[in-house]
């Protein structure tokens, strides 16, 4: 029998390269084409891409689960799934994850591909039962690294642990491009020791060795490999599809799949990445052996990237690159994986923009400090734990067990505030409150992206990005997006920020969106007492006060986007 793929074009090759940005308008023309070839699985949903959705493309991504299902009939549709996490940044409750699940099978999902970015199977093992319980095909996963504390034997043990769970298949999932030819051949003849499930691989080029370690493992008897069409593969991104059927074609590994038709469909993302052409940048679409430093994973290097452009900080870039280790491994070595990747590259971004490790700390760091999400692969460092959390201890107990199921009073809130329309808004409800209150009451806009030609036959028709100016007008600061669509005249809509303060502003550390504003005017306030809280870099980022003192004026509201330096009150 022969190798099966399983094509990640349509989710975690977008994610890695153009930082999740392809439109479901895009995929949908071609659904019917990919549904006919033949592949294991076309992984299309989770990760990233359910919150970009509803951050930036203002799209429904149960609608986009739907449409695909609607096009794409006799191939599983398979989603990534972050155990506990979901496709959140944070655990929820067992509620939320059952409710979660339960939705994605009835919309369309057949494959959960389930991790833990801790391979803490604490994490995973409710997902697991629960996408059995619901007639699902599971993959377990293990979250791929290389670290002091890591070996090939844990990882092979780990896979005879989630066999035992009832998983289907086995997947070793290694984000940022990292596992050698000679590792992958010897991890799955590990697994295969010990386990009778099929296994899979799924790596990234990052490094350039991804090619090499699907030989390799083929070799030695890998069941499936992970690739996207050549036009979104390589790079950051994965193995293309077209050139690992071809190398495997007439030899004891064939795929059987026909290579004129994948021919046919791979034209089609040629012109889409196109269409797409300004969003991949040098730093993603270059391999480089520097990842085998760094780590980061292909899909949070493109986003890195974004976020420091949108950030005004991307010349940066370089000194958080090198940050990102030594944070890792004051934290114990965690996998660079979703949640936990974004948690350390954004305190490594602090850590640079602070001048000072750990100056400023995110929540969730101080979560994951306190065994919030889960249990880190070694010690963390005991300085920067005293200095995060101080004398606090962390939790030994599984994380969600400490969550409170609140999904009636989620589902009592989101009535009263007339955003539930069906079941599915509830859940984007209970995973991301903020920003599905803006999302479900139509506020979310379609994110304008710079340079990218909309029609894909187009050469000229762009979209200019638009300017952003503060304005002094008679001693009030106003921020003024100017955006000059094609054919209309400029349209300027200022949005007033801030008055002109010399002494007591709090000012914003990061672009970002306000989440809570924790005080009233007149309230008073202690030295370092929380004003406003941000998302920014996808964690909360708490804004302080610097002196002791009472607020007198708050200049935004919640929801509101805020660019760095931004005013955002005034603490006499």
Avoid at 28 to 43: C, Q, R, S, T
Avoid at 102 to 123: C, E, H, Q, T
Avoid at 186 to 213: T, Y
Wanted: with cysteine; net charge negative; hydrophobic share 40%.
């Amino acid at each position: 029998m022969g190798i099966f793929i399983t094509d990640s074009t349509l989710r975690d090759a977008h994610q890695s390269l153009i930082a999740t940005r392809m439109r479901t308008r895009d995929m949908l023309p071609i659904a019917e084409m990919l549904d006919k070839v033949g592949f294991f699985a076309l992984d299309v949903w989770g990760g990233a891409t359910f919150d970009v959705c509803l951050r930036f493309l203002n799209e429904d991504p149960w609608m986009r689960l739907r449409d695909l299902r609607e096009k794409i009939r006799n191939t599983r549709l398979q989603m990534v799934l972050r155990g506990q996490n979901l496709v959140g940044y944070r655990h929820y409750s067992d509620a939320v994850v059952r409710e979660f699940i339960r939705l994605a099978v009835k919309n369309g999902v057949d494959v959960f591909s389930i991790y833990d970015a801790l391979n803490d199977v604490r994490n995973i093992k409710l997902a697991i039962e629960v996408a059995k319980d619901q007639g699902a095909y599971v993959q377990g996963v293990i979250s791929y690294t290389t670290s002091p504390v890591h070996t090939v034997e844990k990882f092979a043990e780990m896979a005879k642990t989630l066999e035992s769970l009832g998983c289907d298949s086995i997947c070793i999932k290694d984000l940022a491009g990292l596992i050698s030819p000679w590792t992958s051949s010897e991890l799955v003849k590990a697994i295969k020791k010990r386990v009778s499930i099929p296994i899979a691989l799924h790596s990234h080029c990052s490094s350039g060795m991804a090619h090499m370690s699907y030989h390799a493992a083929a070799l030695a008897g890998v069941d499936i490999l992970d690739t996207a069409f050549s036009a979104f593969g390589g790079g950051t991104s994965l193995p293309p599809t077209e050139g690992v059927v071809a190398a495997f074609k007439d030899t004891p590994y064939d795929t059987g799949l026909d290579l004129d038709l994948l021919y046919e469909i791979g034209e089609y993302f040629v012109a889409l990445s196109r269409k797409y052409g300004p969003l991949f940048t040098t730093e993603v679409i270059h391999p480089s052996v520097d990842v085998l430093t760094h780590q980061i994973p292909g899909g949070m290097f493109s986003n890195l990237v974004n976020q420091l452009r949108e950030q005004s900080i991307l010349d940066k870039l370089d000194d958080v690159v090198e940050e990102i280790p030594r944070v890792r491994a004051d934290l114990g070595y965690p996998p660079l994986a979703a949640p936990v990747s974004q948690l350390v590259v954004t305190q490594a971004v602090l850590n640079v923009l602070s001048g000072k490790r750990y100056k400023r700390v995110t929540e969730e760091l101080k979560n994951y400090i306190l065994g919030h999400y889960g249990r880190p692969p070694s010690d963390v460092n005991e300085e920067v734990k005293k200095f995060v959390v101080g004398d606090k201890k962390p939790i030994e107990t599984r994380p969600a067990e400490l969550i409170a199921s609140e999904w009636e009073l989620m589902r009592y809130a989101g009535q009263k505030l007339g955003i539930l329309h069906n079941e599915e808004d509830l859940v984007i409800y209970a995973l991301f409150p903020q920003l599905a209150v803006r999302f479900l009451r139509g506020e979310v806009e379609e994110e304008a992206m710079p340079g990218v030609v909309e029609a894909a036959d187009s050469s000229t028709s762009t979209v200019e990005p638009p300017v952003e100016l503060s304005v002094d007008v008679d001693g009030e600061v106003f921020n003024v997006k100017v955006s000059p669509p094609l054919g209309k005249a400029v349209e300027v809509e200022p949005t007033k920020i801030a008055k002109k303060v010399s002494r007591g502003a709090i000012v914003s550390p990061l672009r970002g969106m306000v989440l809570r504003i924790e005080v009233e005017v007149g309230d008073r306030v202690k030295k370092g007492g929380v004003i406003v809280v941000i998302e920014a870099l996808k964690m909360e980022n708490k804004v302080s006060a610097s002196h002791a003192g009472v607020v007198r004026e708050i200049f935004v509201r919640e929801g509101q986007r805020v660019g760095a330096g931004d005013i955002l009150g005034v603490v006499d």
